[in-house]
């Protein structure tokens, strides 16, 4: 992945909302392999599926983006990420790209690896790069199980509650 593609999905988030426009995001941006595979060693992946400890080497993606907040701009702010977010994995779609949204991150850890400075604090990661895995969106059944899980021939089954459930009135 080329940077310029990052960056035309960082100005995504750019124009996106952001709570009293104090606009506090910012990011570090790698399509490096090398900042890459340090990047990985710090991420949490898929917590349901007890058995897959992520990609695999050749699977991995190919870049990441990691969100975060200038402390010294506003703090704390509450939904600012993920309006970014979504822009820049909407963004991704539109290019043909997959991306996934991180939260199970060692913050701290990955801030140190990359010499963050104190006043930025890690909020997520973004992991992107081209789909390697067929997504299958299921209804929750009526058990009520919301987990996702993957099927003998490797499909992503991700069940979503039905429409009729969410929208209240």
Not at 27 to 47: Q, R, T, V
Not at 75 to 101: F, N, R, V, Y
Not at 130 to 136: A, D, G, L
Not at 141 to 148: A, C, H, R, T
């Amino acid at each position: 992945m080329e940077l310029e593609t990052l960056k035309d999905l960082v100005d995504l988030a750019r124009l996106s909302a952001s709570a009293a426009n104090m606009q506090p995001l910012k990011y570090i941006l790698s399509c490096d392999p090398e900042k890459n595979s340090l990047i990985f060693s710090f991420l949490g992946w898929a917590a349901y599926l007890k058995d897959w400890p992520g990609p695999s080497e050749g699977e991995r993606p190919s870049a990441y983006i990691i969100m975060l907040e200038d402390t010294r701009i506003g703090h704390p702010m509450h939904c600012d990420h993920g309006i970014a977010a979504q822009s820049i994995l909407l963004g991704a779609t539109e290019k043909g790209l997959g991306g996934c949204m991180i939260g199970s991150v060692d913050k701290q850890g990955l801030g140190r690896a990359l010499n963050v400075p104190d006043y930025l604090e890690v909020l997520l990661v973004l992991a992107l790069g081209q789909p390697r895995e067929n997504v299958v969106i299921d209804t929750v059944g009526p058990n009520g199980d919301i987990k996702y899980w993957r099927d003998s021939e490797g499909a992503h089954h991700v069940p979503k509650r039905l429409l009729d459930e969410i929208i209240i009135g």
